[in-house]
């Protein structure tokens, strides 16, 4: 160990196990001696058992050729001279006594000037945060990829201090809170946005078409008892506005005292916030019937229109739905019972809307104001006949499945 030491001047990369501040200060004299005369361009400081703090008399000296730092259950403050001419910096806290603080974090990086990537990740199970009610800003405009990982609702406050240049990639996991947005600069550089929502949260990938490079990948819990659709809303309204892509899947399986999960309010809500939408799928992942019932629910909402002479989400051109049923609604037998027979009087349809229904409604909406639907996409829905296919078919420019025959022709192939 000491002959490695002695070479610490010409050290270029230095992993460090230790366990807590004692035994980090047992090889601390090599490392003060070498100083800002290092080599060194890659840092990692790992802590096993006990939370460590870097001593300041150790990193006191400005590290100009490091460039990469990693520091596994190791504590802020941090040494500045280890921060302002990294490009890397990653920590990742798995033990701790304390719950975290946003208000260190951007302490930290206050430091950071020439960050380019930055991998933040704490699983010590703290689920609470604090709230910084200082004005605080913190400007990274060399950062490209960003990675924040908390159970609480640590990253989205933090996201809110930062000013932030267009990210190659970006990751945030954490928890959503009511009246908890994300910061509008930050979503400005997405237009496409496809969700998964589950009953308590959900994961959101955003993108830009005019740049493909861009990324974003989000998942959030919900607070308990909260609706995901709402929350989603909620958290990316002001990306909301920018959107020409949606694509919202549900896993839903609901009680069955809330037999519509998403009601046609709470659609309204989302639908008025995206003027310029162009594209939209609902995607019912696991076939649950509570699912479909959005799905009606979505269409009623997108035929009602916010005024009587306009219409929600004017630009739409392409409508996706996939696994959804859009059955025949079933015949509803009426009887009239009499002292002695039971006569059968007519049959009838069932009074609840169908999708099929809601779906045929929709489309005749758009046509009649001579705003046809470019593509109308039901190619991977349950419960498919000719003769809906039939009646869709004059109502937009294009519907798929053409025909059924083709449908299964794509399917299964041709075996001859």
């Not at 490392?31 to 703090?53: F, M, Y």
């Not at 924040?148 to 930062?162: A, C, D, F, K, Y």
């Not at 809307?353 to 809601?358: D, Q, S, V, W």
């Not at 809906?388 to 399917?411: G, H, T, Y």
Request: hydrophobic share 40%; aromatic share 8%.
């Amino acid at each position: 160990m000491s002959a490695a030491f002695k070479q610490m001047h010409r050290t270029r990369e230095l992993y460090l196990r230790v366990d807590g501040t004692t035994e980090f200060g047992n090889i601390a004299f090599p490392l003060r001696q070498s100083g800002p005369n290092t080599v060194l361009e890659i840092l990692e400081v790992h802590s096993d058992h006990e939370p460590l703090e870097l001593p300041d008399d150790i990193f006191s000296e400005n590290y100009g050729k490091l460039r990469s730092l990693k520091l596994i259950n190791a504590f802020p403050p941090y040494p500045p001279g280890l921060l302002c001419n990294i490009r890397h910096l990653t920590v990742l806290w798995s033990k701790r006594r304390d719950p975290p603080t946003v208000l260190s974090l951007l302490h930290m990086l206050e430091s950071c000037i020439n960050i380019e990537e930055f991998d933040f990740r704490d699983r010590t199970g703290w689920d609470r945060t604090d709230i910084v009610t200082s004005s605080i800003s913190v400007c990274l405009p060399k950062l490209r990829r960003l990675s924040l990982e908390n159970i609480s609702s640590t990253p989205i406050r933090l996201l809110n201090h930062l000013t932030l240049p267009a990210l190659v990639s970006s990751y945030i996991m954490g928890t959503s809170e009511h009246g908890l947005n994300m910061p509008s600069a930050f979503m400005s550089f997405y237009d496409s946005c496809r969700v998964d929502i589950a009953d308590q949260s959900f994961r959101a990938d955003f993108t830009s078409t005019t740049n493909p490079t861009l990324s974003a990948d989000v998942h959030l819990a919900a607070p308990l008892w909260s609706n995901g659709l709402e929350i989603f809303r909620s958290v990316f309204q002001a990306d909301f506005p920018l959107l020409r892509s949606l694509d919202v899947g549900f896993s839903s399986r609901m009680v069955l005292n809330h037999p519509h999960p998403y009601p046609t309010t709470i659609w309204k809500e989302c639908l008025e916030n995206l003027p310029n939408l162009q594209e939209l799928t609902f995607r019912n992942i696991f076939g649950y019937g509570a699912c479909d019932q959005s799905a009606i629910n979505l269409l009623l909402s997108l035929s009602s229109g916010p005024t009587p002479t306009a219409c929600y989400c004017p630009h739409l051109r392409n409508l996706t739905f996939v696994n959804v049923s859009v059955r025949h609604p079933p015949e509803k037998i009426v009887y009239a019972l009499t002292e002695d027979v039971t006569v059968w009087l007519s049959p009838s349809r069932a009074e609840e809307p169908t999708i099929r229904n809601a779906l045929l409604s929709y489309v005749i909406g758009r046509s009649r104001d001579h705003a046809k639907l470019a593509k109308l996409d039901i190619s991977e829905c349950r419960d498919i006949d000719e003769p809906l296919l039939e009646s869709l078919e004059p109502l937009v420019d294009e519907i798929l499945p053409k025909s059924l025959f083709l449908r299964d022709e794509m399917v299964f192939g041709d075996f001859n």
